[in-house]
Antibody
Framework: EVQLVESGGGVVQPGGSLRLSCAAS????????MHWVRQVPGKGLEWVCG????????NYADSVKGRFTISRDNSKNSLYLEMTSLRTEDTALYYC?????????????WGQGTLVTVSS | DIQMTQSPSSLSASLGDRVTISCRAS??????FNWYQHKPGKAPKLLIY???SLQSGVPSRFSGSGSGTYFTLTISSLQPEDFATYYC?????????FGGGTKVEIK
């Protein structure tokens, strides 16, 4: 059974940093691209970033480019999101999501999310 | 960026009703289009990919159609477990973008 479990969310002040993790199980992790998608409370879904299966290729939404870094450790079946220079508008529930197949850019499994609150 | 516009933003329907949700893309995305179901506190669930392909395990009362810029999701007979918010998503180009969501509520 595929499982994605996010952790690392919390409350942080504007300008601060936070590192999210996503532990994956139930599939061959290094065969699949992974992504982060967020949802501002009460709003819709927003794609944040993605990383290829080997970690060699990454892509970011303009809203986070230069502030967020996606990475993965295939030996630990883990996905990460390093968030710096956080803004109040980054407050959201952050989901990790598995791409269904190579370069398909849609997601067949999602975690339940970890909440990031940016507030002074 | 490709804008995805869903309608309606919410609807009320009764058990057994046929429900149709639409989504329009701001440019031609061929069939690079997907639908998700999202319930509060749960992980989003892939329903339809490539505009009309049913994801494994999804009930056949869900169907998708369309290509180019206009797409629809139809639930043929609404069941209690279908009350949720539905999102469309284009997978044609980065950045990936989602529609604003359609909340399906009980009448």
């Amino acid at each position: 059974e595929v499982q994605l479990v996010e952790s690392g969310g919390g409350v942080v002040q504007p300008g601060g940093s936070l590192r999210l993790s996503c532990a994956a199980s139930g599939f061959s992790f290094d065969d699949y691209a992974m992504h982060w998608v967020r949802q501002v409370p009460g709003k819709g879904l927003e794609w944040v970033c993605g990383i290829s299966g080997d970690g060699g290729s990454t892509n970011y939404a303009d809203s986070v480019k230069g502030r967020f870094t996606i990475s993965r450790d295939n030996s630990k079946n883990s996905l990460y999101l390093e968030m710096t220079s956080l803004r109040t508008e980054d407050t959201a529930l952050y989901y990790c999501a598995k791409e269904r197949d190579y370069a398909e850019y849609f997601f067949d499994y999602w975690g339940q999310g970890t909440l990031v609150t940016v507030s002074s | 960026d490709i804008q995805m516009t869903q309608s309606p933003s919410s609807l009320s329907a009764s058990l057994g009703d046929r429900v149709t949700i639409s989504c329009r893309a701001s440019q031609d995305i061929s069939s690079y289009f997907n639908w998700y179901q999202h319930k509060p506190g749960k992980a989003p669930k892939l329903l339809i990919y490539a505009a009309s392909s049913l994801q494994s395990g999804v009930p056949s009362r869900f169907s998708g159609s369309g290509s180019g810029t206009y797409f629809t999701l139809t639930i043929s007979s609404l069941q209690p477990e279908d009350f949720a918010t539905y999102y469309c998503q284009q997978s044609y180009s980065l950045p990936l973008t989602f529609g604003g969501g359609t909340k399906v509520e009980i009448k």
